[in-house]
């Protein structure tokens, strides 16, 4: 299907987890470096010739730079914006009530929010002020601080099976495992010698996490054996900006760099690099695999277009 | 520790094989007391030169400045567990608040007793720590020893510089002064006892000064009669100057008159009269000779190499084109100035012409030889312009009108001519005129009743051709210079 222009840069896409035919896209306007941003919810249309449709659009007075679906509900989504504040939006309420909640404690910009998909009912937002905070939707306040980091949290990530675990990925270039029930973090992780942009883990073994970092190259590890890496995936050219794991199949996943490709990578397979994608013009900072359609990508990038496509054709066919 | 908590919580179901793994993981070393089974924990051992490392790192003067963050931040990158990081911090005391408590008091080592008790005096002064000193172990007072060394550095230096300083004072040159007035005296002595005494040392030296000071003597009269033939050369050359003067005087007299005549007769060949008396009158100087064409303006001889500013339109336009090209703006036909924005600063914008117009020039030198001797060239002419107009200003009523246009006209100051390694690409483009200006020169040579040496060689060889290209513009130079 066509790409979907947005008025902003694009920062970050996700496809909802109740409708295969919805996604929400983060928008900055200028880069997200001053001014503006939207919250764009985007609804995929049933025949592929026809094009993306946007069912709601909320602004925001400073960059939102993440959002997440909640687990719970189908219709409300959670904001990462750059001055601090996390929001809460609900689609199906008007306009006029959104954002539901803005909670306001980081001190920094708010670099990325993850919902638990185990407990369905509380969220991660890391931080430029170096912490990551525990909240639920139902709080005004934080239920927890992890502050431990020497250097900003570019992402939190829930563990797919362990629902009080979950790693955060940061540019004092080490990776942290965390449980909600310790004081602090139970395992540190040096996983790169620069910046970690990004973590995720496998949706298929627990114990395995991908970082990506600024180095190009990004890094799949056993926390188990967590000295060395299982495998060092090179072939951006530039610094990885996020990487996911398919929801499909287990040792698939999709990788967004400043390269301005879209990479699909198979660590178990000896060529890792299974697809790219250079439908972008500038540098694509959004990458999601849909959990409910196998196959479905969507990215963005800072060159103001959402694309939706099938693995394996082009994202530019109309 | 926090294992024995995850132990108890993590009873969940579906944990049976982290268990296996922890207990694998375990196997790998030597199993620690405490044995997690959540996997999701760093269950190895402390290993020991890692804390060793760790404590080196720490004691480390350097380090023990910067933040304990930053420190614990360096460890994690380089692999270090929270318990090796936690080891290392306790072994190595730290006078952060954050560490002090817990560990100091806790630890039986000796060294870290003695340590607790110097960390108080250490923070405040080292002058309080000087009495500890003897107290202190290597570690901690490392640092303090560098200081006092870099003190006592600092002393030593300054007594033994003002020691000398004073020693020379007080017993050399008193010393220096009673030589110098022993060989003065003996000196007297010396001529009386000349006849018959040997020649001491003391003799010789003096002998040997005498020597110096009528070689000084001599070397100063010779400067002095350097110093009357320079005044001599300029005498000429102001003679010369006066014969130009009084050669232009005339063209111009003479460009009246015919200009006169030529209104009487026909009004449309103005233009072209003024053409000619341009050439005629500038035949006085070197170097219009390429820029002729473009200013056919009436009186403004001495001023074309010097319109750099875009109030005369008619600029060259391949000039202008070629600074462009560089610059990559095409706008800046009439305005040469802003084609220089582009290159220094953008918020520079806002400067006068007269400095960016010297950028211009100054710039235009950078470009390439071709361009930097026209820019030479141009000061060249700007100067002898500047030379002319203020003879002009003295000649006469009707160049007044003249004058103040020129002044105005000419807001920016020359820069400095550039080194005569240059000369010799000015020359190539000067190169048509100095024929007419070796005319003048014999002229003015017939004329004047004292040639000097200098100038006649330089006629010479201006007659001869052979190098003549570099002499004109030392004429040039020193009648720049000098008058």
């Known amino acids: ?318 | 520790m926090a294992n024995p908590s995850t132990d108890t919580k993590i009873e969940n179901p579906a944990l049976a094989e982290p268990r296996n793994e922890g207990d694998q993981n375990a196997t790998t070393t030597t199993p620690k007391p405490i044995s997690s089974p959540s996997v999701f924990v760093n269950s190895e051992p402390i290993r020991p030169e890692q804390v060793e490392n760790a404590v080196k790192f720490l004691s480390h003067p350097k380090v023990r400045g910067s933040p304990v963050m930053y420190r614990r931040s360096f460890l994690e990158k380089k692999g270090l567990t929270k318990e090796e990081i936690d080891e290392a911090f306790k072994r190595v005391p730290d006078p952060s608040p954050t560490v002090q408590g817990a560990t100091v008091n806790q630890d039986p080592q000796p060294k870290l007793v003695a340590n607790a008790q110097l960390q108080a005096p250490a923070q405040a002064q080292q002058t309080s720590a000087a009495p500890t000193r003897g107290v202190i172990s290597r570690v901690i007072s490392q640092p303090r020893f560098h200081w006092t060394h870099a003190i006592y550095a600092v002393g030593i230096l300054a007594v033994s510089g003002a020691g000398s300083a004073v020693l020379f004072k007080n017993a050399l040159i008193p010393r220096l002064k009673s030589w110098i007035r022993k060989i003065a005296s003996e000196d007297e002595n010396g001529v009386v006892r000349k006849p018959g005494s040997k020649p001491s040392a003391t003799e010789e030296a003096a002998a040997a000064a005498k020597t110096a000071a009528e070689a000084a003597a001599q070397v100063a009269k010779a400067s002095q009669e350097m110093m009357d033939m320079n005044i001599e050369e300029k005498r000429c050359f102001r003679n010369l100057m006066d014969m130009l003067e009084v050669q232009q005087r005339e063209m111009r007299e003479m460009s009246f008159t015919i200009r006169k005549l030529e209104d009487q007769t026909n009004s449309s060949s103005v233009v072209r009269t003024y053409s000619q008396d341009y050439r005629l009158s500038s035949s006085k100087q070197p170097y219009t000779n390429g820029m002729a064409e473009f200013n056919s303006l009436p009186g403004r001889s001495s001023l074309p190499p010097a319109s750099v500013n875009s109030s005369i339109p008619p600029y060259p336009k391949s000039y202008i084109e070629e600074f462009n090209d560089l610059s990559s703006n095409a706008y800046q036909q009439h305005m040469p100035n802003s084609g220089v924005a582009p290159r220094s600063k953008p918020w520079e914008a806002g400067q006068p012409p007269n400095s960016s117009s010297t950028y211009q020039l100054q710039a235009d030198s950078d470009l390439g030889n071709i361009n930097g001797s026209t820019s030479r060239w141009q000061q060249k002419n700007v100067r002898i312009a500047e030379l002319e107009n203020e003879e002009e200003s003295k000649v006469g009523p009707y160049y007044s009108s003249q004058a103040p246009e020129q002044t105005a006209r000419r807001p920016w100051v020359p820069p400095q001519p550039p080194p005569v390694a240059m000369a010799e690409a000015a020359e190539a483009i000067r190169r048509p005129k100095p024929t007419v200006q070796k005319e003048q020169q014999l002229t003015s040579d017939h004329k004047l009743d004292q040639p000097l040496n200098e100038l006649q060689s330089v006629t010479d060889i201006s007659e001869t051709g052979g190098a003549p290209e570099a002499r004109p513009s030392e004429i040039v130079e020193e009648l720049e210079g000098n008058c």
Request: hydrophobic share 40%; aromatic share 12%.
């Open chain 1, 1 to 318: 299907m066509p790409a979907f222009k947005i008025p902003f840069n694009g920062y970050s896409v996700k496809f909802s987890p109740f409708y295969e035919n919805r996604l929400a896209v983060a928008t900055a306007q200028n880069f997200g470096i001053l001014g503006n941003g939207r919250v764009h919810v985007l609804s995929l249309p049933p025949s592929p010739g026809a094009p993306i449709v946007e069912t709601a659009a909320y602004d925001t007075s400073d960059a939102v730079y993440d959002i997440a679906w909640s687990e719970s509900h189908d219709s409300i989504l959670v904001a990462a914006i750059a001055d601090g504040s996390v929001k809460v939006y609900d689609t199906n309420l008007p306009p006029a009530s959104n954002p539901l909640r803005s909670l306001q404690e980081h001190t920094r910009e708010v670099h990325a929010v993850d919902y638990n998909p185990s407990r369905r009912d509380s969220f991660l937002t890391a931080s430029w002020d170096d912490s990551i905070k525990l909240w639920t939707v139902d709080r005004p306040i934080s239920v927890r601080t992890f502050k431990e980091h020497a250097y900003c949290v570019y992402a939190a990530a829930w563990n797919p099976r362990h629902a009080d675990v979950f790693a955060s990925a940061s540019g004092d270039c080490t990776v942290r495992v965390w449980d909600v029930r310790e004081p602090g973090s139970t395992m540190i992780i040096p996983a790169h010698d620069f910046e970690v942009l990004y973590t995720d883990w496998n949706k298929y073994d627990d114990c395995i996490l991908a970082t990506a970092s600024v180095d190009k190259s990004i890094r799949v590890w056993d926390i188990r054996s967590f000295r060395v890496p299982i495998t060092v995936l090179n072939g951006h050219n530039y610094a990885i900006r996020k990487v996911k794991f398919s929801p499909h199949r287990g040792s698939l996943m999709v990788s967004c760099s400043y390269d301005m490709t879209v990479c699909l990578w198979d660590y178990m397979v000896e060529d890792a690099l299974v697809g790219r994608y250079d439908h972008h013009t500038e540098f694509t900072v959004g990458v999601d695999m849909s959990v409910l359609v196998e196959g479905l990508l969507a990215s963005t990038g800072w060159d103001e277009l959402v694309y939706v496509w099938q693995h394996g054709t082009d994202p530019r066919a109309p």
